[in-house]
């Protein structure tokens, strides 16, 4: 079976009609629900030691070498070379084998270009699970040093893990990873005992394991709707940005360890640096210890912004919405591109070779224009393109050619998790707890997961197994609303259906971490510099968002999240500060207790194109008349803040403020705190992150 396919490809369906299945779909979840429990003991294990393998399901310990052996042999008929392969499946449709001869004349030296059918060699090792880390017959490791990060390969990763281990041994950052620790391996003990209620309920229940089978189906189904072989995503990252700003100002820097931030945290590293083993989100003095010789500079965020001004403007001129994921990362899609300028190319290999030349000039064009270099990574999903993004670092490409569902899950059977976008070290470790280390065995235990996961959680999995992650929204629709004006600024409907953005960034934000602070205005000021940074990339990608997050790291390495949701889709900075500064009143007097506060801008959509107004715009989620009872409520709300006498008090945990916009003619409660009138906090749900995956996969902090 050939695995290209001509110009006539499957049509992609439309995300609306999919979400004509959100009624269907949500009654699947609740039909899980019907599954039984036998009786089984509910007691966990006693200890927090070793948690045991879940019964009749056995830990599949992961190859440590490149997987060459006879269940990865072509198949018979497999085309050793090209592009085009024929694959064997077993009668429940999984893939079996993978050719992976085509794949080993492909240059890996620096700035080269790839493409690739299936992993093989050094690249399959790249995502081979590490098994001293994965093994679920171990406790989870406390200090994680994460060696499959480009340039850091050659670290040694025990030597490496040991200095920080004896560095931070005893500090607040060990205590508290000895504490995350403890609660993913109660989470794991908490799965395993659903496991044996489904496997209970399966032996007595087989009727009911049918039904549970075709939920599965039926919700693999919805997501297959969604595949598509038609469009060519790229990612494309600057190659240690932050660092090669730096050694473009200053070219003695180029062959020296170097270091960017300072001896507190590093937010990044060159490549001479990370031979031995120093990264970003080290401490400084670590990184120093690590490497005597290590040179640290601080930040310089002028220099860095125009260069990923040119690096955008560039960009642009492929892909007029790309997306934006930082500074120095951006995703794009090339549909368009290709539409207007290759039309007579309609084969899916011709598009893709035609999508390398493409993106060979555009970032021989960003190093003409930047001076720096820029890795990418070109596939038929957001999610793909990402991690193939890593794969020629530094200064290359790598093309995922891959145009049939049997070739997709061929070839992120033997993925770990780890390489998914979206999972870190803490969801790692929980699937390794489950005996799951690989894309692959996602798929094969889809209808245990279906039975003990969340239902996002779940979504979240499947189609990342399937190799549908990034082309979905959640299918939790939104509700719609009719349109209007409020308060004299623009107001159109939000309807639940399609989102443009199906495949873009989910937030955007800026944390910093900075030493003790000594009073509550410096707390303040870090908050609305992160804020303003956030809204103007916000307002540069033309977004709007609809929810506000306070993040805070306490000094004991605690993380809780503050979020405040808006009854609007607005990229008003007065809108936002006013969320903020409810967020931050509870807090705030708690100053010194702090390391680092990010704010984050959530529940992302597209600014209309239809709005040629100037300045901010809003899109209301609730009726105009509900919107501006809510205004008032909130500024009654403010009043009496305002009103209220210093206090002594402690402040109480907050919970979570599902309220509407502040008002624009409110005055702002944290101004009026420093004329030492003290707000009493209002009261809010504040979320504790466990894992704190987003930020801290990779950071190393001592105090």
């Given at each position: 079976?050939?695995?290209?396919?001509?110009?006539?490809?499957?049509?992609?369906?439309?995300?609306?009609?999919?979400?004509?299945?959100?009624?269907?779909?949500?009654?699947?979840?609740?039909?899980?629900?019907?599954?039984?429990?036998?009786?089984?003991?509910?007691?966990?294990?006693?200890?927090?030691?070793?948690?045991?393998?879940?019964?009749?399901?056995?830990?599949?310990?992961?190859?440590?070498?490149?997987?060459?052996?006879?269940?990865?042999?072509?198949?018979?008929?497999?085309?050793?070379?090209?592009?085009?392969?024929?694959y064997s499946s077993n009668s429940s449709g999984r893939v079996k084998g993978c050719d992976n001869s085509a794949h080993s004349s492909a240059p890996a030296s620096r700035g080269s270009s790839s493409r690739a059918a299936a992993p093989h060699g050094s690249l399959h090792s790249f995502f081979q699970p590490n098994p001293a880390s994965t093994n679920a017959t171990t406790a989870p490791k406390v200090v994680y040093f994460d060696d499959r990060k480009a340039g850091l390969r050659s670290a040694e990763k025990e030597k490496t893990e040991a200095i920080i281990k004896e560095l931070s041994k005893n500090s607040s950052f060990y205590v508290n990873e000895e504490r995350?620790?403890?609660?993913?391996?109660?989470?794991?003990?908490?799965?395993?005992?659903?496991?044996?209620?489904?496997?209970?309920?399966?032996?007595?229940?087989?009727?009911?394991?049918?039904?549970?089978?075709?939920?599965?189906?039926?919700?693999?189904?919805?997501?297959?709707?969604?595949?598509?072989?038609?469009?060519?995503?790229?990612?494309?990252?600057?190659?240690?940005?932050?660092?090669?700003?730096?050694?473009?100002?200053?070219?003695?820097?180029?062959?020296?360890?170097?270091?960017?931030?300072?001896?507190?945290?590093?937010?990044?590293?060159?490549?001479?640096?990370?031979?031995?083993?120093?990264?970003?989100?080290?401490?400084?003095?670590?990184?120093?210890?690590?490497?005597?010789?290590?040179?640290?500079?601080?930040?310089?965020?002028?220099?860095?912004?125009?260069?990923?001004?040119?690096?955008?403007?560039?960009?642009?001129e492929y892909d007029s919405d790309a997306q934006l994921l930082g500074m120095d990362e951006v995703m794009m899609c090339l549909d368009d591109y290709l539409a207007h300028h290759h039309m007579d190319v309609t084969t899916h290999a011709g598009r893709f070779d035609v999508a390398e030349r493409v993106i060979e000039e555009c970032r021989r064009r960003i190093a003409e224009a930047t001076g720096l270099t820029v890795s990418a990574g070109i596939a038929p999903t957001p999610t793909l393109a990402k991690m193939a993004s890593n794969y020629k670092k530094p200064n290359g490409q790598f093309a995922v050619r891959l145009f049939s569902r049997e070739a997709v899950m061929?070839?992120?059977?033997?993925?770990?998790?780890?390489?998914?976008?979206?999972?870190?070290?803490?969801?790692?470790?929980?699937?390794?707890?489950?005996?799951?280390?690989?894309?692959?065995?996602?798929?094969?235990?889809?209808?245990?997961?279906?039975?003990?996961?969340?239902?996002?959680?779940?979504?979240?999995?499947?189609?990342?197994?399937?190799?549908?992650?990034?082309?979905?929204?959640?299918?939790?629709?939104?509700?719609?609303?009719?349109?209007?004006?409020?308060?004299?600024?623009?107001?159109?409907?939000?309807?639940?259906?399609?989102?443009?953005?199906?495949?873009?960034?989910?937030?955007?934000?800026?944390?910093?971490?900075?030493?003790?602070?000594?009073?509550?205005?410096?707390?303040?000021?870090?908050?609305?510099?992160?804020?303003?940074?956030?809204?103007?990339?916000?307002?540069?990608?033309?977004?709007?968002?609809?929810?506000?997050?306070?993040?805070?790291?306490?000094?004991?390495?605690?993380?809780?999240?503050?979020?405040?949701?808006?009854?609007?889709?607005?990229?008003?900075?007065?809108?936002?500060?006013?969320?903020?500064?409810?967020?931050?009143?509870?807090?705030?007097?708690?100053?010194?207790?702090?390391?680092?506060?990010?704010?984050?801008?959530?529940?992302?959509?597209?600014?209309?194109?239809?709005?040629?107004?100037?300045?901010?715009?809003?899109?209301?989620?609730?009726?105009?008349?509900?919107?501006?009872?809510?205004?008032?409520?909130?500024?009654?709300?403010?009043?009496?803040?305002?009103?209220?006498?210093?206090?002594?008090?402690?402040?109480?945990?907050?919970?979570?403020?599902?309220?509407?916009?502040?008002?624009?003619?409110?005055?702002?409660?944290?101004?009026?705190?420093?004329?030492?009138?003290?707000?009493?906090?209002?009261?809010?749900?504040?979320?504790?992150?466990?894992?704190?995956?987003?930020?801290?996969?990779?950071?190393?902090?001592?105090?």
């Amino acid at each position: 079976m050939s695995v290209e396919h001509g110009s006539s490809a499957p049509t992609r369906s439309p995300p609306s009609d999919v979400r004509a299945e959100d009624r269907h779909l949500l009654s699947l979840i609740h039909r899980r629900a019907a599954l039984t429990a036998t009786a089984v003991s509910p007691e966990s294990p006693r200890t927090l030691s070793p948690v045991p393998p879940v019964p009749a399901t056995p830990v599949r310990t992961p190859p440590t070498t490149p997987v060459l052996s006879t269940a990865h042999t072509p198949a018979r008929g497999t085309t050793t070379s090209g592009i085009n392969h024929e694959y064997s499946s077993n009668s429940s449709g999984r893939v079996k084998g993978c050719d992976n001869s085509a794949h080993s004349s492909a240059p890996a030296s620096r700035g080269s270009s790839s493409r690739a059918a299936a992993p093989h060699g050094s690249l399959h090792s790249f995502f081979q699970p590490n098994p001293a880390s994965t093994n679920a017959t171990t406790a989870p490791k406390v200090v994680y040093f994460d060696d499959r990060k480009a340039g850091l390969r050659s670290a040694e990763k025990e030597k490496t893990e040991a200095i920080i281990k004896e560095l931070s041994k005893n500090s607040s950052f060990y205590v508290n990873e000895e504490r995350k620790a403890q609660q993913r391996q109660r989470q794991v003990e908490r799965l395993l005992v659903k496991t044996r209620q489904y496997e209970a309920s399966v032996r007595s229940h087989p009727d009911v394991f049918r039904q549970l089978r075709r939920d599965v189906a039926d919700l693999e189904a919805i997501f297959e709707t969604y595949r598509s072989f038609d469009s060519i995503y790229v990612h494309m990252d600057m190659d240690m940005f932050f660092a090669a700003v730096e050694m473009k100002k200053n070219p003695q820097y180029a062959e020296v360890p170097l270091g960017i931030g300072s001896m507190s945290m590093l937010s990044t590293t060159n490549y001479v640096a990370r031979k031995y083993g120093v990264q970003s989100g080290m401490p400084g003095f670590i990184g120093m210890r690590l490497c005597p010789q290590l040179v640290i500079v601080p930040t310089d965020f002028a220099a860095c912004r125009a260069e990923s001004a040119k690096f955008k403007a560039v960009v642009r001129e492929y892909d007029s919405d790309a997306q934006l994921l930082g500074m120095d990362e951006v995703m794009m899609c090339l549909d368009d591109y290709l539409a207007h300028h290759h039309m007579d190319v309609t084969t899916h290999a011709g598009r893709f070779d035609v999508a390398e030349r493409v993106i060979e000039e555009c970032r021989r064009r960003i190093a003409e224009a930047t001076g720096l270099t820029v890795s990418a990574g070109i596939a038929p999903t957001p999610t793909l393109a990402k991690m193939a993004s890593n794969y020629k670092k530094p200064n290359g490409q790598f093309a995922v050619r891959l145009f049939s569902r049997e070739a997709v899950m061929n070839y992120l059977a033997s993925i770990s998790v780890r390489q998914v976008p979206g999972i870190g070290k803490s969801r790692e470790s929980v699937l390794a707890g489950l005996g799951i280390h690989t894309l692959g065995e996602v798929y094969e235990q889809r209808h245990r997961l279906f039975y003990i996961l969340t239902r996002k959680t779940y979504e979240f999995l499947l189609a990342s197994s399937i190799g549908i992650g990034g082309m979905y929204d959640s299918l939790e629709a939104a509700p719609s609303s009719s349109a209007g004006t409020t308060n004299g600024k623009t107001v159109a409907a939000v309807d639940g259906g399609s989102n443009e953005d199906d495949w873009g960034r989910k937030s955007v934000g800026h944390e910093r971490t900075f030493y003790k602070l000594t009073n509550r205005m410096a707390l303040q000021a870090i908050a609305y510099k992160n804020l303003r940074r956030s809204h103007e990339t916000l307002a540069e990608e033309g977004l709007l968002c609809s929810q506000v997050v306070l993040k805070l790291k306490h000094r004991s390495f605690h993380v809780k999240q503050h979020s405040k949701s808006l009854n609007v889709y607005t990229d008003d900075h007065e809108v936002l500060r006013r969320a903020l500064d409810e967020l931050l009143m509870p807090v705030v007097d708690d100053f010194a207790e702090f390391r680092l506060l990010g704010v984050r801008l959530e529940k992302l959509r597209r600014r209309p194109r239809s709005d040629g107004t100037g300045g901010a715009t809003t899109l209301t989620v609730k009726s105009a008349a509900e919107a501006e009872s809510n205004q008032l409520t909130l500024s009654h709300f403010f009043t009496r803040q305002l009103a209220s006498t210093a206090h002594s008090s402690q402040l109480t945990d907050v919970e979570e403020v599902k309220g509407p916009a502040m008002s624009s003619t409110a005055p702002s409660p944290l101004s009026d705190l420093s004329t030492g009138s003290a707000a009493k906090p209002q009261k809010m749900r504040d979320e504790e992150v466990v894992g704190d995956d987003s930020a801290d996969d990779n950071v190393f902090i001592v105090e």
